[in-house]
């Protein structure tokens, strides 16, 4: 009896296995491995890059960014003025933008789209602290009231909870929400594509939406591939079952590098680690000890050595390929005499401090063991502490911690994004000044910065406000990270572009044989 | 009326036990550090934007109007809503349940196929070579690391030899099945599709023989160690003696005894597979249980850890209740204590 089911089972799979293996997707087909699923698709609630990708892809924007850059262009607008007060913006649609279902984006559509953002209120609307009403002044018109001047607004329009919404998914409404649960999982936008289908964990599908204003795309339809392991995915790209695979450690970014098929990209990102001191807790109150800490960091050995080359280090709060970045800006380097002597000064000896971290990247860890490695070197002892990510979170957002590390990434393009959330008092804990710093010449001129339109001086301010700041070493200003992934050479037209990880223009990209 | 003696306190049992649980993971749930709200609504969110999230899931109402409300849909049969995926509960799990279950039922089946005529037959050609090869077979499959076998599996049948599919369920070209149960094995067939069941196929011979190979060293270890003993008992001798067929002897008179202890084993593995599919699935991408609850434990997402951890205990109970049956089955003198 067991030996024949045996021998049963073992034809099958014998059967099954005579079948040939792997066969590469056709060309108008394009195969992306990721490590999750995204939570969702829908632009008011969804807050993650992995969400974006559909996002983007499914939905266009009053503005887009231009290129590779973080300027924006026009997309569904066609022009925009903002009167003498800088309250007021209006906004002129441009023709023939059609929803997936045919219906044409107006002025209606893009009043719905922000009221349900800002009626959800879960997230993606903090991009518009100020927005207070939409208003339709002709089928293509929309005009948005401010209660304040907010500088980086037309930055806003680009972020991905901007996206205009078709107003007929209220059909799919339950329990007045509008819609959420029918757009966690669908798509209703002008953009080049849709979603077909969701399997979870497994796959999505995205089909070109045939009433889509621009060229129809070559490629006809995206696969976005669920793959949680590392190892897998590459082996998927190399096999051919895969024409993109993201979240590539760097040092297997080195090995795929020499596969001839596989081309790495490997561009610099906006995304920036660092680690918060608690200002508040002494003795990092004492602004002497927090630059002895900064003066005492091995940046080049981090760069090199943790990151692989595969970082720069940052100077000043805003990143490089921001504009208001400072490239000429005061930035630590490590130097132990230095170091000392501030600490002496200070008056301060026998510290002892933690190093609360999380495994949520990769680099946390060893980057505690290079600073413990460093702080001793002037006297300080470091603890390290590991905890679980979303107990690393609650700590920080409550400044129960001295020195914890961060990422960050802007969500729109403007230095607010950096300079008002770091470093206003208002925003202390979660919302992003983590190190509960507190300077009010630096709160002046983050606040004013942030209150007028005119860049050129906004820039002056925002420059005096990090030069400012940095001299304060509120955090320790560590990398700015690449971002990674890989694709097959096969796979053209791709643009990197710092404000959209995650993102693919796909309406562009195609396929060689 | 012996069985209905087992069954039916064990059901009274169960109510118990997913109320116990429902208690225990809810506490455990609300005490962990960490502000769910933060994480569906990010990072920097505004303190506003943070209210009026919680709101939204009920989380600013009092802990234990929380706890009531999430027994009263328990007992509705209603699992809540996933802070993550907006999706219901009981619909996710409906969802990754079955996957898992099909790549944990087929392992355990073939470890089983594999595992007692391997134990069986070392046990009777002791210290010969058959038994040295199931000997080496079973201390890799418990010694050897789930994660780097499926690694090293997957680069031989995939990546070398490309022989097989290394993720997922079913080959890209095939829309999955209408789920009848859930199955794809079962579920393409009735849709009369071959292709698509082949295609099935092919994507479970890697990650259930990974899966299977762990358990399979345990029960081959098992079986091999109380076939021994059953066969140095007198009854055994007697048989001999009495001129039965050596066949006769081993398959009517010992593997049935030996196979007793082995139960409490296949229950074990039962519960060990949940396990080890968290570590298959994530290699294999294998869309089941074992990601959607590290995602969601990742994520804070409370109504989805205590949903799977409710029907999870359940499962625990019935398993416990189906050894306890087999053991009647298997032992003449159990059935007639109960």
């Known amino acids: 009896m067991v030996f024949s089911s045996w021998k049963k089972v073992g034809l099958a799979l014998l059967l099954a296995a005579s079948v040939s293996g792997s066969a590469m997707a056709a060309t108008d087909v394009l195969v992306l491995a990721r490590a999750e699923d995204p939570p969702t698709a829908d632009p008011g609630v969804e807050i993650s890059n992995s969400g974006y990708t559909l996002i983007y892809a499914a939905y266009e924007h009053l503005v887009a960014y231009k290129g590779g850059t973080t300027e924006v262009e026009p997309e569904l607008a066609e022009s925009w003025s903002v009167d003498a007060t800088n309250l007021v913006w209006t906004i002129k649609l441009a023709a023939g933008h059609k929803f997936d279902d045919g219906s044409p984006v107006d002025a209606a559509a893009v009043k719905f789209s922000f009221d349900r953002l800002l009626k959800l209120k879960a997230g993606p609307s903090d991009s518009f602290p100020v927005l207070q009403e939409v208003q339709v002044i002709d089928p293509m018109t929309v005009k948005f009231i401010l209660s304040a001047p907010f500088a980086p607004f037309l930055s806003t329009l680009a972020v991905s909870g901007a996206a205009i919404v078709n107003p007929k998914v209220m059909e799919h409404e339950v329990d007045a929400d509008m819609a959420k649960a029918w757009l966690a999982e669908h798509t209703a936008g002008s953009g080049p594509y849709k979603i077909a289908s969701w399997e979870r964990n497994q796959s999505i599908v995205l089909d070109r939406n045939t009433h889509f204003s621009g060229p129809a795309p070559s490629l006809r339809q995206v696969i976005i591939r669920v793959m949680g392991e590392v190892s897998a995915r590459r082996l998927q790209l190399v096999n051919g079952d895969a024409d993109i695979i993201e979240q590539v450690p760097v040092d297997q970014a080195e090995a795929l590098k020499k596969e001839p098929a596989i081309v790495v990209e490997s561009n610099p990102s906006l995304y920036v680690s660092y680690v918060y001191l608690n200002n508040k807790r002494p003795p990092l109150d004492d602004v002497r000890v927090r630059q002895a800490i900064a003066y005492a960091v091995d940046y080049k050995g981090i760069v090199d050595g943790i990151m692989q080359g595969q970082a720069e280090q940052m100077r000043g709060a805003v990143p490089d390929g921001m504009w208001g970045h400072d490239p000429s800006g005061f930035q630590y380097s490590y130097d132990i005499e230095k170091a000392k002597s501030l600490l002496k000064e200070a008056g301060q000896s026998n510290i002892h401090l933690t190093y609360t971290f999380s495994q949520a990247d990769t680099s946390w860890e060893p980057v505690g063991l290079a600073l413990q490695a460093s702080l001793a070197e002037i006297g300080i002892k470091l603890d390290l502490q590991a905890v679980a990510d979303t107990t690393k979170r609650e700590m920080a957002a409550k400044g129960n911690y001295d020195l914890a590390p961060g990422a960050w990434t802007p969500d729109f393009a403007d230095p607010y994004m950096f300079m008002n959330y770091w470093f206003d008092p208002a925003r202390m804990g979660g919302p992003g000044n983590r190190a509960f710093y507190d300077n009010a010449k630096v709160t002046d001129l983050v606040r004013e910065a942030a209150s007028i339109v005119d860049q050129p001086k906004r820039e002056k301010l925002y420059l005096e406000a990090q030069t400012l700041s940095t001299q304060d070493a509120p955090y320790l200003y560590l990398i700015q990270k690449n971002d990674i992934f890989a694709r097959r050479a096969a796979v053209e037209g791709y643009v990197y572009n710092p404000m959209l990880i995650q993102v693919y223009n796909f309406a562009k990209m195609s396929k060689k044989d | ?338």
Request: with cysteine; aromatic share 10%; hydrophobic share 55%.
């Open chain 2, 1 to 338: 009326m012996t069985i209905a003696r087992i069954i039916v306190p064990r059901f009274i049992l169960l109510f118990f036990v997913v109320f116990g649980v429902a208690i225990i993971t809810f506490t455990i749930s609300h005490l962990i550090p960490g502000d769910p709200a933060r994480m569906i609504a990010g990072d920097r969110a505004s303190a506003e934007t943070l209210e009026n999230v919680r709101r939204d899931l009920g989380l600013d109402r009092p802990v234990t109007d929380q706890f009531v409300i999430y027994v009263r849909n328990l007992v509705h049969g209603d699992l809540g809503t996933s802070l993550r995926t907006r999706r219901p509960v009981a619909a996710d799990i409906a969802t990754f349940l079955p996957a898992t279950l099909e790549l944990g039922c087929i392992s355990l089946l073939l470890a089983v196929l594999i595992g007692v005529p391997l134990g069986v037959f070392s046990a009777i050609y002791k210290d010969g070579p058959i038994d040295q090869i199931a000997r080496t077979i079973s201390v890799c499959g418990i010694s050897m690391p789930v994660f780097w076998f499926g690694m090293v599996v997957i680069l031989l049948f995939y990546a070398k030899l490309q022989i097989l599919p290394g993720s997922g369920r079913l080959a890209m070209e095939f829309v999955s099945p209408q789920r009848v149960t859930g199955f794809f094995l079962i579920d393409t067939l009735l849709e009369g599709r071959f292709d698509a069941f082949l295609s099935a196929v092919r994507h479970l011979i890697l990650p259930t023989f990974v899966l299977a190979f762990a358990n399979l060293g345990v029960i081959t270890r098992q079986i091999r160690a109380s076939m021994l003993d059953v066969l140095q008992e007198d009854y055994i001798r007697t048989a001999r003696a009495s001129g039965l067929r050596r066949r006769a002897i081993i398959f009517n008179h010992a593997l049935r005894n030996a196979l007793i202890p082995s139960i409490t084993l296949l229950g074990l593995a039962m519960g060990d597979l949940l396990y080890g599919a968290v570590l298959t699935e994530t290699i294999f991408a294998w869309p089941g249980m074992g990601t959607y609850v590290v995602t969601s434990i990742q994520t804070l997402d409370f109504p989805a850890i205590m949903g799977f951890t409710v029907v999870a205990s359940i499962g625990y109970v019935l398993i416990n209740l189906l050894i306890d049956l087999a053991y009647m089955l298997a032992d003449p003198q159990i059935r007639e204590v109960g």
